[in-house]
């Protein structure tokens, strides 16, 4: 059985879609798609979902194949992602989208400690730099000044 984009989704993109008609699907489509390493391979249900939820016109009749055989033209043919929206789900449906992402790590790589780190580390490189490895500060000499015979003229 071939599948084909219906003639409903032909002339549509990710970028028609409204995603604060559903922000509970529009973030959970977009934190699952942030952790998907192929896009155009795209098999969440969670995808769907918000594209037959925010589209512009009624997907009702339009299967869960032919959804995702559209993103995945889009993706390829056009360079269109669902991730596009990301911006716009985070505006519209800020709450939402932070309590769906699906965070890795330590929370205080994005806070004001490695803001502090990254200041004492920038400190600690020039105090490295200027003191030649010893730990003790180079002092500054004055650049010895241009007599006329070192003119460059001609």
Known sequence: MDITIP?????????DFNP???????????????QNDAPELSTSYALVEFARECAPVSLTNVTYEEILLWNSQLVVEKNIYVINLTEQ???????????????EGDPDLSGPGV????AVIRIEWQRLV?????????????????SSSQSCSP
């Open 7 to 15: 003639a409903v989704l032909a002339n549509l993109t990710w970028l």
């Open 20 to 34: 604060q008609t559903n922000c509970e699907l529009a973030a959970k489509c977009i934190g699952e798609e942030l």
């Open 89 to 103: 789900v985070n505006e519209l449906c800020h709450r939402e989208f932070c309590r769906d992402l699906d965070w």
């Open 115 to 118: 803001s502090i780190s990254y």
């Open 130 to 146: 200027h003191s030649n490895g010893t730990g003790v500060y180079r002092s500054w000499q004055r650049m010895p000044s241009k």
